[in-house]
């Protein structure tokens, strides 16, 4: 499974941004998908993560601001990110558990549960 993040940039403040991950490769029919960030000097956090099902879970820090969407026919993963704050910037990473486990409860957010990452976007909020 191969995974590329498109999409960052960099906006001001209060502006919005949308982040793709487009996956090639085999991916089960159970799957789970996240969205991680790091900044500098700071520890992976996950941001969003999505199953196949469709369920959704976020960060407390970007609740109600971004939103994790998915085309199962393109194979993509979207991260819509509104009300951007200079604390979003960070280098975000696409991750897929392509046997759905990383999405049980309690899990989504750590990094360990996904095997696959992709090579990361730059996103800086910054006026």
């Known amino acids: 499974v191969q995974l590329v993040e498109s999409g960052g940039g960099l906006v001001q403040p209060g502006g919005s941004l949308r982040l793709s991950c487009a996956a090639s490769g085999y991916i089960y029919s159970s799957y789970c998908m996240g969205w991680f960030r790091q900044a500098p000097g700071k520890e992976r956090e996950g941001v969003a993560a999505?199953?196949?099902?469709?369920?959704?879970s976020y960060a407390d820090s970007v609740k109600g601001r971004f939103t994790i969407s998915q085309d199962n026919d393109k194979k993509t993963v979207y991260l819509q990110m509104n009300s951007l704050k200079p604390e979003d910037t960070a280098m975000y990473f696409c991750a897929a558990d392509p046997w759905g486990n990383a999405c049980s409860p309690g899990s989504w957010s750590k990094s360990r549960g996904y095997t696959y990452w992709g090579q990361g976007t730059q996103v800086t909020v910054s006026s």
């Open positions: 999505i199953d196949s099902d469709g369920s959704t």
